[in-house]
């Protein structure tokens, strides 16, 4: 058995007067530091859920802007199509809180949304630039843009629905800017498509035509 001197026995006797108020004060340190971290990343992400709300309901807005005030009838000629609604801006200065509290992978996503805003404008320019590009091609140019904008959209929407998951929060107080987006989609793919078939009708009313021509 381990006999210590009187001295030893007073060192650590005054080491441990010390150290456990020490390791005890730490301890309540690194617990309160946590509850912080979780109190403030739940309240940046709640400003953040309706801040993406608010992005996914105004692509949903691009993605139905057909070119036309649909209070009138639509226009016979793809000219007279112009674009009725601005496009969104993701803007994050309006939230508080501290960002480094934040996961990284959150921060890299949130970010990434201005990247593909973008894109977006970088494809639509590409199709604007191209010199064979008029005013009887604003159909094309309109149905591309609906389609960018409501891409997008439903990108955000999955963000906004995983940090609603990570927070538990069920309610979306009846407004589902999700759905509209998921409408337009379907309505965009009919149209492809009509537009898909027209254009092999007319192929092959042609290939008919050549046929009957005579030698």
């Not at 593909?116 to 590009?133: A, H, S, V, W, Y």
């Not at 999955?158 to 407004?175: F, T, V």
């Amino acid at each position: 058995m381990l006999v210590l001197s009187p001295a030893m026995q007073g060192f650590l006797g005054g080491a441990a007067a010390v150290g456990v108020p020490l390791f005890f004060n730490l301890a309540k340190e690194v617990i309160f530091d946590r509850r912080k971290i979780r109190a403030e990343r739940a309240y940046i992400s709640v400003q953040l859920i309706f801040l993406l709300d608010k992005f996914v309901s105004e692509c949903a807005e691009v993605s139905w802007d057909r070119g036309f005030d649909e209070i009138y009838q639509e226009p016979d000629s793809p000219e007279y199509l112009k674009i009725q609604v601005e496009p969104p801006v993701f803007d994050m200065s309006t939230v508080k809180g501290e960002y480094k509290y934040l996961e990284p992978t959150l921060i890299y996503r949130l970010q990434s949304i201005d990247i593909e805003l973008l894109k977006i404008k970088q494809k639509i320019r590409e199709m604007t630039d191209d010199p064979n590009f008029g005013p009887e091609f604003m159909d094309r140019y309109i149905l591309l843009r609906r389609e960018l904008y409501a891409d997008i959209g439903l990108n955000v929407a999955l963000l906004s629905e995983s940090l609603r998951d990570k927070l538990k929060i069920d309610a979306d107080h009846g407004w589902k800017p999700k759905e509209r987006l998921l409408r337009s989609k379907g309505h965009i793919a009919r149209i492809k498509s009509k537009a898909a078939f027209s254009k092999m009708l007319r192929k092959a009313e042609r290939k008919m035509k050549s046929k009957q021509q005579p030698f």
